[in-house]
């Protein structure tokens, strides 16, 4: 069974730094991609990235490229995200996630982890 | 990328049918067949529904079929049941993004 569980809730001030953590379960962890969506209060869903464990490939979005970094640990399957100088804007869930990838497209997300609840607040 | 465009939200009784539309581009929705649609539970992680524009995963129920139309994608659930109260999302794939794009969601209430 796939299983992507992630690290707990966590209250950030701004300015500060957020790293989530994703560990994965079920599948081999180096050949599949492992992605981060974010949805912020009262909004849809956003891609923020994905990361390729296998040579550690990576794709931001656009909008959050220069704060945000995906890294993996092959060795105990697992992914994380960190976001740095975060905004109260930046408060919302984010889910880790397995995309479909059909060659270098994504195709959609077929598991997704519990979420993680962040908090920006002074 | 914006955002597809997705109705508020939706609402029919049970046993009743409801269809969510998902309206994009050329660009995304009606130029590729990598459009899917995820069922969100408050609280539960997002489930996928549909992918490749119509197709399901095992284990989702034939209730829930999917369609697209030009640059409109649609996602029908039929036989309506409580437990489909959610939160129903759609995503494509965008021509030179590199991540793809969702909707911004569609709140089905059970009568």
């Known amino acids: 069974e796939v299983q992507l569980v992630q690290s707990g809730a966590d209250v950030k001030k701004p300015g500060e730094s957020l790293k989530i953590s994703c560990q994965t379960s079920?599948?081999?962890?180096?050949?599949?991609?492992i992605g981060w969506v974010r949805q912020m209060p009262g909004r849809g869903l956003e891609w923020v990235g994905i990361i390729y464990p296998g040579d550690s490939d990576v794709r931001y979005n656009p909008s959050l490229q220069g704060r945000v970094t995906l890294s993996v640990d092959k060795s105990v399957s697992s992914a994380y995200l960190q976001l740095n100088v975060l905004e109260a804007s930046d408060s919302g869930m984010f889910y880790c996630?397995?995309?479909?990838?059909?060659?270098?497209?994504?195709?959609?997300?077929?598991?997704w982890g519990q979420g993680t609840l962040v908090t920006v607040s002074s | 990328q914006s955002a597809l465009t997705q109705p508020p939200s939706a609402s029919g009784s049970p046993g009743q049918s409801v269809t969510i539309s998902c309206t994009g581009t050329s660009s995304d929705v009606g130029g590729y067949s990598y459009v899917s649609w995820y069922q969100h539970h408050p609280g539960k992680a997002p489930k996928l529904l549909i992918y490749?524009?119509?197709k399901r995963p095992s284990g989702v129920p034939d209730r829930f079929s999917a369609s697209r139309s030009g640059n409109t994608a649609s996602l029908t659930v039929s036989g309506l049941q409580a437990e489909d109260e959610a939160d129903y999302y759609c995503s494509s794939y965008v021509i030179g993004s590199n991540l793809g794009v969702f909707g911004g969601g569609t709140k089905l209430t059970v009568l």
């Open positions: 996630v397995r995309p479909m990838m059909v060659g270098a497209v994504v195709a959609g997300i077929d598991f």
């Open positions: 079920g599948f081999h962890f180096p050949i599949h991609w």
């Open positions: 490749d524009v119509s």
